[in-house]
């Protein structure tokens, strides 16, 4: 296995909550109006130091989405998804964004958020942008 490359961000930055890595900056954020099956989920305009796994079709709350889940490149822990194409016309601003869950990141404060318990959406995705 070859050496792993990781970015350090400066300025205001959303962490891997296990291992700390950096991931996004939040001047990256498009939105913070996106919901996941644990809660809040901040959808950003660029992420880093991730990897990506199969991409799926996946129906979500504003239609069929075709997405990938991003794992952090350090810890390999599931941070999000990253919206590959978007189905319906009104949609195709997500297409090239990724999404991370507020419950698996830690905030520029160092603020973790946990689960939601009465949050059960069948598909995640934004209520309203």
Same mark, same amino acid.
């Given at each position: 296995?070859?050496?792993?490359?990781?970015?350090?961000?400066?300025?205001?930055?959303?962490?891997?909550?296990?291992?700390?890595?950096?991931?996004?900056?939040? /001047?990256?954020?498009?939105? !913070? &109006?996106?919901?996941? %099956?644990? +809660? #809040?989920?901040? @959808?950003?305009?660029?992420?880093?130091?991730?990897?990506?796994?199969?991409?799926?079709?996946?129906?979500?709350?504003?239609?069929?989405?075709?997405?990938?889940?991003?794992?952090?490149?350090?810890?390999?822990?599931?941070?999000?998804?990253?919206? /590959?194409?978007?189905?319906? !016309? &009104?949609?195709?601003? %997500?297409? +090239? #964004?990724?999404? @991370?869950?507020?419950?698996?990141?830690?905030?520029?404060?160092?603020?973790?958020?946990?689960?939601?318990?009465?949050?059960?959406?069948?598909?995640?995705?934004?209520?309203?942008?």
């Amino acid at each position: 296995m070859g050496r792993l490359f990781v970015l350090t961000l400066e300025g205001k930055i959303y962490s891997c909550k296990h291992c700390g890595t950096h991931l996004a900056l939040s /001047e990256n954020i498009v939105s !913070k &109006s996106f919901h996941c %099956k644990h +809660g #809040k989920a901040y @959808l950003f305009s660029k992420v880093v130091n991730v990897t990506s796994g199969e991409i799926e079709n996946r129906m979500m709350m504003t239609g069929m989405h075709t997405v990938a889940d991003i794992f952090c490149v350090c810890c390999g822990s599931i941070v999000g998804w990253k919206y /590959e194409t978007a189905h319906e !016309k &009104s949609q195709k601003y %997500k297409e +090239g #964004k990724s999404v @991370l869950e507020r419950f698996k990141i830690t905030g520029p404060d160092g603020s973790h958020y946990w689960a939601s318990h009465d949050t059960h959406v069948a598909g995640s995705d934004a209520d309203d942008v």
